[in-house]
Structure formats: structure tokens, C-alpha cells
């Protein structure tokens, strides 16, 4: 029989938040504090309690009081909020009024305890904090995050810091990087009670899968907090699942959960959100543990379509070279610039172009929807034609050059494009020498290109983009050309929360900064902060 003290906080919805800003639909809502209730898992920590933002965060973000009062949470599950300590530190100091203004009195609250997220370095602000929450009424909790990867004794010597305060409840240690193995914790939890007498909780990430077992043996050591999310929900690889956690600990004779009551859950809607938002242990949130580094750089890494193998792994390890273990989107820039080696060209557009209208086909339905108009009109009027990668929207006789700049892309199209016999241009010295000799007997243009954060650059035989994202390699081969204008078809865009929209108006708006440039139309329906007509306009 295990020990009966133990608590199982699930953190799906403050944890998940990272994937959806924190904006869960209401079903999802619902269904999850029913198997929660269901279940009796002892806290739930519904959200974030966040001072401040600057962009648009559903609810859970914040999880005021009266937003908190509409969710049917059973009256014997506990409910927790995070907050992050940074955000309540002015000047080396706690900002008391910060303070009141977030957090009632507990008796006005149903938050019954807060959590505290704390760094390494404003470890100790920390007590400050805690006194107030706890003048207020609540219970408490401190995390330190980034546990992993260092010398036990080191953990304790910051624990030793509260071991004789009476404001804390539950000391955690997290797992921030996903580095720990089981067979390090009996040894950082014996350090640890030698200088804290209270209660202990693990957060486990999943890098390298050992989430579960990490929290299977931290139980075994006295660790009496655990930890867990719905199939893992959380940022990077994930956490510990809740269903397998709960599942194992009724093996093991803990019966006072119902584990069975998430399994709905797991099989319903949130297999749909991981379908969506992919978190799970991959390889590089496997080398971002093995390598130190946040698991968030391996996060965007995923979600950007814009790297290959080899960048990918490039990148890791210029992160890795400068010990990246705090988020910092410039050292990512920087690493990212590193692995997209630079590209000086030596063709001008304008010598083969000079000054044409051009029309640039993409890869969007609106292509292929309207490709008898947009075949009209380029016998018509014609217009020099550019594709994007490779497109069947178009009969091939009808475009003039095909533009490709993304590697793991261009492979991809290899065999097609030995069957064209267009020009075909590219960015030649960022590519393989096993690349180059596969389009050897194509003409290559070679337009330079170097990637640079927020720089939109053209010169006569390159450009500098923030992304190597082909429509604004495609612009920039206009520009230089000294057309006057530009006509886009198939640019459809996405729905307003993927992040390849924003990326898209983020290029139009760097574009449109440029002097001299041609004006961009698009003739097919798009979502895109674009200028607007219609391929069918006689006037066009």
C-alpha cells in the first residue's frame, strides 16, 4: 500500500495554455473539469494568474475571481493558480500593490493555493512574496525551475533558503528542462531533506520519456506532490500524463482515484488537440535535454516549416555552443542565421525580366479554382509568369521560371523539375554539392539570399529576408527586376490563429517599407493584408 498523503495536482489547462494562448473552447472546458471531478484528483491548477500582457490571452491566462466562480469544480478538489515571481518583482524588490490588485483576501476567492514559478537567479525575492499570499489566507506553493542537470547539493543549497519558513507549503522541484533521470532522484531528495523538512513535488517534463518513471520513483523517495497533465498537455515534450500516472498508482494500490473518468478525455478531444498542437517527446526535445537547452527552441523549431534536417540540427547545436537554457527568441535568431548559410548570387532579374509585369503563382486553391481565368489572362496580356515551387494549377509552357529557395523543399520537387525545362531559380550556395549535381542540367539563376530578423533587403542579384520563405524570395526577384507591378494568384492564406498568417502579413508589412518597390496585387480571394482585385477585372 502506498502512502496515503500523496496529491496529484493536474495542470492541463495552465500547463496546455502554452499551445492555444490560454483560449479553450468551453466543451473542452467542460468535459475536462467533469473527469477531473470524476476522477477526484486532488488539485486542479485551472490557469495562470498573469498581471499583464501584451497580446490578446483567453481567460485562463488570468483566472480572476469572478471568472473562476463559473466553473463547476467539485467543492473537494483544491484549486490552484500559477504566477511567475518575475512578474511581481520591482526594483530587487516584491510589489505589495501589484499584489492586491491580483489577489483578494482568500475568503473572497475560490483559488485556494497559488504556485510560484521562480528562476534561479530571484530565488530568494521570493519569501516576500509568499508572506503576503499567506497574510491573504492562501496556500502556497514555490517552483524552481531548471533542477535538472545540476549537482544535488546545489538544489539543496537553495532549498536550504526556506527551511525555516512557515509561508511555504510545498517546495517543488521542476524538471524545467527534461533532463532528470530516475536514477537521479533518490540521491537530489535525500540533499534536499537534509535541509527541508516539509512537503516535496516533482514537475516532470518528458525529453527524454522518463516523466512517468521520474514520478514513480520520487514517490518512492517521500516526494508527496506530483504533477501531471491530459496525454501530457504541456509546452516542449509535454509532462507526465495524468491517465498513465493514475493508472499506475491504483496498480500499486492507491485507489482513492478513479482513473478510468480521463479516459474520455484521452480518447476524445484533447487526442484531437495533440493531433493539432503536437507536444510529445520528439528528437529534438531529446537533444534540448541531452543539451541543455529550453525546450522551447525546439517548440518553435517544430512549428516553423522553414528548416531542413540539417538546419535543424545546425541550430540545436549553435545552442547547445552557447548554453541557450533560458528562452531568448534573439540567440534564436542568431543560431538560425548561423545554420542558413548565406548565399551570394551573380544573376540579375533585370537583365531577363526588365521591368516586366509579373505574375506570381502559389500553391493555394484560388490557383487551381480559377486556372482557366488566370490562363487567359496570361495569354492575353502576358505577363513574365513565376511559380512558387512547383504548381499544377499552370500548364508548364505557360510560366516562365520556377522560384525555390527552401532546401528540404526544392529536394522534395527534384524529379519534377526534371521534366520542365524552365529556368529554375535559386539561392545556389545554399545548397548541397549532392543537390547541385541532381539539377545540373537545369538553368540556375542564382539569386543570392541571406536570412537576416526583420530585415527585407533587395539588391541586384539578392536579398535579405527574415525567413526563407519563397513568396518574399519571389518579391525580392521582382523588385530587383524593376517591375512595376505584381499580380499574386493562389495566395489564399490561412485562418487567423496559425502563425503562418501572421508570418505572411509580418513579410508584407517588412515589404512594403521598401522604396522603389512594385505594388503587389492579388487577383485571386485571400485573407493576407493584401491590396485587392479580381483576375476577371477586363481592366486589371
Known sequence: MMNKKIKILDCTLRDGGYYCGWDFSQEIVLEYIHAMNAARVDVVEIGFRLPKSDSFMGAFAFCDDEFLKGLPIAPSIELSVMINLKDFISKESINHSLVDVIFSEKSKSR??????????????????????????????????????????????????????????????????????????????????????????????????????????????????????????????????????????????????????????????????????????????????????????????????????????????????????????????????????????????????????????????????????????????????????????AIRPDLIDAYAACHPIRLLSDLEQYNDLEKPLILPRDSLSEEMLDKIKNHRICNFGLRVEKDKFEVSKTGCVLPSPLVVAYALSIATAAGSKRVLLCGFDGYESSDPRQEEMNEIINLYNRIENRPSIIAVTPTTYSLEKSSIFYPEL
Open 111 to 392: 483559488v485556494d493555493l497559488v504556485r510560484i514559478a521562480s528562476g534561479w537567479g530571484e530565488f530568494a525575492l521570493a519569501k516576500g512574496l509568499l508572506s503576503i499570499l499567506k497574510k491573504k489566507g492562501y496556500k502556497t506553493a514555490l517552483n524552481l525551475m531548471q533542477c535538472g542537470g545540476r549537482d544535488p547539493k546545489e538544489v539543496a543549497e537553495k532549498f536550504s533558503i526556506f527551511s525555516e519558513s512557515t509561508d511555504i507549503d510545498v517546495l517543488y522541484f521542476a524538471d524545467s528542462i527534461g533532463n532528470i533521470r530516475p536514477n537521479d532522484i533518490p540521491n537530489l531528495l535525500l540533499e534536499i531533506k537534509k535541509v527541508w523538512k516539509g512537503e516535496i513535488g516533482i514537475h516532470a517534463h518528458d525529453n527524454l520519456e522518463n516523466a512517468l518513471p521520474n514520478a514513480l520513483v520520487a514517490i518512492d523517495s517521500g516526494v508527496t506532490w506530483i504533477d501531471s497533465t491530459v496525454l501530457g498537455m504541456g509546452r516542449g515534450a509535454g509532462n507526465t500524463k495524468t491517465e498513465n500516472l493514475l493508472l499506475e498508482l491504483f496498480q500499486r494500490g492507491l485507489t482513492q482515484y478513479d482513473y478510468q473518468a480521463v479516459f474520455p478525455l484521452v480518447l476524445g478531444r484533447f487526442a484531437d488537440l495533440q493531433k493539432k498542437y503536437a507536444w510529445g517527446s520528439t528528437l529534438l526535445y531529446r537533444l534540448s535535454a541531452l543539451y541543455n537547452i529550453h525546450p522551447s527552441y525546439a517548440q518553435v523549431l517544430l512549428a516553423s516549416v522553414h528548416h531542413d534536417a540539417h538546419q535543424l540540427v545546425s541550430i540545436m547545436e549553435g545552442l547547445k555552443e552557447i548554453r541557450a537554457s533560458s528562452f531568448n527568441e534573439n540567440l534564436l535568431s542568431d543560431a538560425v542565421r548561423v545554420a542558413h548559410r548565406s548565399s551570394s548570387g551573380d544573376w540579375d532579374p533585370e537583365s531577363t525580366i526588365r521591368g516586366k509585369e509579373i505574375l506570381i503563382i502559389a500553391s493555394g486553391p484560388g490557383a487551381q479554382k480559377y486556372k482557366e481565368a488566370i490562363t487567359s489572362f496570361i495569354i492575353k496580356r502576358r505577363p513574365y509568369v513565376l511559380s512558387l515551387n512547383i504548381t499544377d
